[in-house]
């Protein structure tokens, strides 16, 4: 009887293996996004998971489901997601980017983590932070892994002086008249 109830309850749960209709699809899409306008995040999350489950074969809903949890600092979140839309469509920018992005930050804040316990000093764990770190100055340019602080700034040349003395000697600032008032 159990497993009858459990079987029933995920049947119904997995819409019961058939295809909705493109309309439930564009609705729960549509209701997503007025969720999402209304400032609830978490709903509009939801209304997003119920489209994808309604058209299995559609990338938007995984794609605004990436684009929020990125924007949400769930990085891991938006990585399963943006993975989700790729496998739809697997040239779309926004799901690479997401997944990109998302990617280095949690590379980031390991080996942040790994540095401040100290776990970083195992040569397995440097060889993985050395190739990290090449592949990003690869990619993105040795500027850019290195940050703004490791540009040197330029020091002020100083003006060359001149050997010939000056045709005018310079004038003596005009004598202020001496007055108690501040404003004049």
């Known amino acids: 009887m159990a497993i009858f109830f459990a079987t ?26 007025a969720e999402l306008s209304a400032g609830r995040m978490e709903q509009a999350l939801v209304g997003f998971n119920a489209a994808a489950q309604a058209d299995p074969t559609r990338k938007e809903p ?5 684009q929020l949890q ?3 600092g769930n990085y891991g979140r938006a990585i399963v997601a943006a993975e989700e839309a790729l496998k ?3 040239n779309d920018k926004i799901a690479d980017s997401v997944l990109t992005v998302s990617g280095l930050r949690v590379a980031s804040k390991s080996l942040n983590r790994l540095q401040s316990s100290g776990a970083l000093v195992s040569d397995a764990a440097q060889k993985e932070a050395r190739d990290l770190a090449t592949t990003m100055r690869n990619t993105m340019g040795r500027d850019f892994v290195l940050g703004e ?7 002020p040349q100083p003006k060359p002086a001149s050997s010939r003395p000056s045709k005018k000697p310079a004038k003596p600032a005009a004598a202020q008249p001496k007055d108690d008032n501040p404003f004049n």
Request: charged share 25%.
């Open 8 to 33: 029933a309850l995920a049947s119904c749960a997995s819409g019961g293996g058939t295809k909705k209709s493109p309309n439930d699809y564009n609705a729960l899409l549509r209701n997503a996004e």
């Open 62 to 66: 995984w794609l605004r489901s990436a």
């Open 70 to 72: 990125f924007d949400a």
């Open 88 to 90: 739809r469509d697997p």
């Open 149 to 155: 602080e490791s540009k040197p700034t330029p020091r």
